[in-house]
C-alpha cells in the first residue's frame, strides 16, 4: 500500500473556491484504478494550506494515475 501527501498554499481567502474545484473535478472523477482512498484536508494554523492524501494498492498504479491524460487535462491546470 501507498499513500502520495502533497500540500501547497492557495491564494488568500480561496479556500471555498478550491475546495469547489477538487470535488468537482478529483472526487468526482470516475473510478481509479488501483485508488483506495483519497481526502483533503485543511491546515488548522494556516487556513491557505491544503494538504491531499490518497492511497494506493501498488507504486504503479499511482504512478499510472498521475501520469494520465485525465491528470493533465482535467486537474493540473
Not at 494520465?68 to 493540473?76: C, N, P
Request: net charge neutral; charged share 30%.
Amino acid at each position: 500500500m501507498f499513500m502520495r501527501v502533497t500540500g501547497g498554499h492557495n491564494r488568500s481567502g480561496c479556500w471555498d473556491e478550491y475546495e469547489a474545484t477538487y470535488r468537482r473535478y478529483v472526487e468526482q472523477h470516475a473510478p481509479v484504478k488501483g485508488l483506495i482512498a483519497r481526502w483533503l484536508a485543511r491546515s488548522s494554523s494556516d487556513p491557505d494550506l491544503c494538504i491531499t492524501i490518497s492511497l494506493w494498492q501498488t507504486l504503479k498504479e499511482m504512478e499510472a494515475y498521475e501520469r494520465s491524460d485525465a491528470v493533465k487535462r482535467e486537474i493540473l491546470p
